[in-house]
C-alpha cells in the first residue's frame, strides 16, 4: 500500500468513534468535494486566511509542503504565494474531531491578503453600531 496522502474525495468508512478518536486520517469533504482551511501565522497564532481545500489541494500541500487551495470563483488549484511569491510553508496540520475541517499553521513569506495586509481579517465588526458602516480597520 502506498504512503501517498489521500488524493480523492473517497474517505475509508470509520465509526463515529473510530473518526473522533482513531489515529485514521480520513478527511470529510463535503457535496462540493471540499474542506474548510483556516490558516494560522505558527509563530503568532494570527488567523491569516480561511480558504477551502479539495482532495488534490490537500495532497499538494502534504506533498510540497506549501498551501495550496481549491478556489471555489475560478474552478481551479491555486498555490498561495504563486504570482506573488507570498507562500505559505506548512509547519503543522490540525484537524478538527470530524475531520472536516483543518487549521494549518505556517510561515508566511509575505502578507497573505491580495489587499496587501498581513491578514484577510484586517477588520472587526463593531458591534455598537447600527449601520452600514459597522466595519473598523484592526491592526495586523
Known sequence: MSDSPQTNSQSPTLSASQREQGTQFAPRFDSSGLLSAIVVDAATKQVLVMAFMNAEALAKTRETGKVHFWSRSRSTLWLKGETSGNFLMV????????QDALVIHANPAGPTCHTGETSCFYRKLDLGAEDATALVKVKT
Do not use: T
Open 91 to 98: 509547519e503543522e496540520i490540525w484537524v478538527d474531531c470530524d
